[in-house]
């Protein structure tokens, strides 16, 4: 299936977004927008559901309590309760503010350590692989829009053009995805 | 422009009689005699009794001889005097509770100048608003405070001649605590305090009028000077309205920690005013992203309340030297219900309910966190000032509960007849744009 892919280059962050919002009032699809920097609105302007990295990690914390409580409980209280210079270690409650240091920093060490290997993971993101970036300029000063053709392509690439794009590419795709 | 409505206006009145009738059933009921205090004592439960024995002869007394043939009498003598404190107490509890949520306010404001915050200008006139408290209210609380070096109380055991008599370690520190030198202290905070809320009002309306913006240039310069005087301010006045009602006990970040207690207690109730006020239709630019920033604030300083909580008990605790751990020990033994109930309360309640973001916008979730975490701190305070004063003796009752409704409807009055005198929004603040097209 031989389809057709356009890359609609903007110099300015402003007019991207207004071209995002006009091609999405027009129904067609935006495949991807490459940006230099985080444009402020633009997943909102795009329809993007909100990100859960934030609810992963405030489990991925309960998981470090849970392993540091654990911990200090098997070790300190369960498996060898040594009198260390009077520190009653009868029960984890009796003993429980010595313990705090630790659970505190496990609580971090987990909530964030999980969560950047969760968007490394979702975001397809290590080392030597391999970058997708379609144009060179998109690092620094260009913001490239991508949308496939679905319909009639003349009525796009005009619709594109009103909205500001500097350059208009059309590709065609050779089923490489 | 805001009209302090009448409902709102009974109801501060009501709220001050009843406080003022449940304050005064206090004093009425409060024992004259060993008799008395002892009659009050049996009637409550005998084991109670039994119990504050042991643990009186356990901790070792309070300036009092705990031992031979006298110890009886003076345990009596001392049951008697913790009863004759609990009205005053609880009084000096409401009065410095709700006295310390304006001066929180009055930081938090002069913090919001300092930075030059884009966000919060909006809400100055709910500060300053919240900040007329701090005239009344610092008048009270100086008062108690005279009444105490005029000997009418025994809240402040230093102040007692005899008590120093008999206390090397007091006399050692009578250079600071002496009832000359801490009113002058008191005066100074207060004055300085009440200085700057007062001058930084009159700018913050003037500028309002004006044509250029030196009135701002000049309140961000008294906001920044001010802050220094507070810091240095606030911690020696926790030491000496505070942490000298235990004079043998002593902790170095006390000060931040009291600091930290109004902070979030001051910043709950711009949140809630403003949310009222915003409920009323008065505030119609304040939107949800400044709610949730002032969330954001509550959540913050919760935390760092319980930071600095659990510092000062861990370090305490960890090492157990017994001069400073009898602070500990009698609030665990005799308050532990409060004493630990106010960790859920400022900690794990506000934690939970606030760390969403979506939460932090819903004005009824910020309004319940709110009102535990006022109630955790009020029993903060009472945690700070009633094992010092009435020791096993407290109870929450009709005194406590007497004293918080009075202060609450003083509060209430004097806050919201201050709102209703200027218009709600600043005219020519120079971030007031900013501040209404806050997003966030």
């Keep these: ?177 | 422009m805001y009209t302090f409505s009448n409902k709102l206006k009974i109801g501060s009145f009501i709220l001050m009689a009843v406080g003022f009738l449940g304050i005064a059933i206090g004093f009425i009921s409060m024992p004259s005699t060993v008799e008395e205090a002892k009659a009050i004592v049996a009637s409550h439960d005998d084991g109670h009794g039994a119990h504050a024995t042991e643990t009186h002869a356990a901790t070792g007394g309070h300036g009092a001889d705990a031992h031979g043939g006298e110890h009886d009498a003076s345990h009596d003598e001392h049951v008697l005097h913790q009863l004759r404190n609990k009205p005053w107490a609880a009084l000096y509890v409401g009065a410095f509770f709700f006295f310390m949520i304006s001066l929180g306010v009055l930081a938090f404001y002069a913090i919001q100048r300092a930075a030059q915050a884009g966000w919060s200008p909006l809400l100055f006139r709910v500060m300053e608003g919240i900040t007329a408290y701090l005239v009344p209210g610092g008048i009270i609380v100086f008062v108690i405070l005279v009444m105490s070096v005029l000997h009418m109380n025994h809240l402040f055991v230093w102040m007692d001649p005899e008590v120093v008599a008999h206390d090397e370690l007091i006399q050692g520190k009578s250079g600071y605590l002496n009832p000359t030198f801490f009113l002058i202290r008191a005066a100074i905070f207060l004055g300085g305090w009440i200085f700057y809320r007062q001058y930084s009002r009159k700018l913050s309306l003037q500028q309002d009028e004006a044509n250029d913006n030196a009135n701002f240039k000049l309140n961000f310069r008294w906001s920044a000077g001010f802050l220094v005087f507070y810091l240095v301010s606030e911690s020696m006045m926790s030491w000496d309205w505070i942490m000298s009602l235990d004079p043998h006990w002593f902790s170095t970040l006390f000060g931040w920690y009291v600091f930290a207690s109004m902070f979030v207690s001051g910043i709950t109730v711009i949140a809630m005013v403003t949310i009222y006020l915003k409920s009323k239709g008065l505030l119609p630019d304040v939107n949800d992203s400044h709610i949730h920033d002032l969330a954001k604030f509550m959540f913050g300083i919760s935390i760092f309340w319980t930071y600095l909580w659990f510092s000062q008990f861990m370090l305490i605790w960890y090492s157990n030297i017994p001069e400073e751990v009898t602070y500990y020990i009698t609030r665990i033994e005799d308050f532990k219900l409060p004493f630990f109930g106010m960790i859920a309360m400022n900690f794990l309640f506000p934690v939970l309910l606030l760390i969403n973001s979506d939460y932090k916008r819903i004005n009824w979730f910020v309004v319940l966190g709110g009102i535990v975490i006022l109630l955790g701190h009020y029993l903060d305070i009472f945690n700070m000032v009633m094992p010092a004063t009435v020791g096993d003796q407290w109870s929450i009752g009709i005194p406590e509960i007497g004293a918080v409704l009075f202060f609450a409807g003083l509060f209430i009055f004097f806050v919201f007849r201050a709102l209703a005198t200027v218009p709600l929004q600043p005219k020519r603040n120079p971030f007031i744009e900013e501040s209404r097209h806050f997003h966030y």
């Design chain 1, 1 to 177: 299936m031989a389809s057709k892919t356009i890359h609609a280059y903007y110099n300015d962050d402003d007019v991207l977004m207004h071209a995002v919002k006009k091609v999405k009032a027009a129904k067609h699809h935006i495949e991807e927008v490459y940006c230099p920097f985080p444009v402020h609105g633009l997943d909102k302007a795009m329809g993007l559901a909100p990100t859960r990295l934030a609810i992963t990690s405030f489990l991925y914390g309960c998981v470090g309590l849970t392993v540091a409580v654990t911990m200090m409980n098997f070790i300190m209280i369960e498996d060898w309760p040594q009198d260390i210079g009077g520190k009653p270690s009868f029960s984890f409650l009796e003993n429980m503010p010595a313990f705090v240091p630790i659970m505190f920093e496990l609580t971090v060490f987990f909530a964030a350590h999980l969560m950047v290997i969760t968007f490394y993971l979702r975001s397809r993101l290590w080392p030597f692989k391999e970058a997708e970036n379609p144009d060179k300029r998109t690092t620094d000063d260009h913001f490239l829009m991508e949308i496939e053709v679905h319909g009639d392509e003349k009525e796009l690439t005009e619709l594109l053009m009103d909205t500001g794009a500097v350059e208009i590419n059309v590709m065609e795709n050779n089923n490489s995805h």
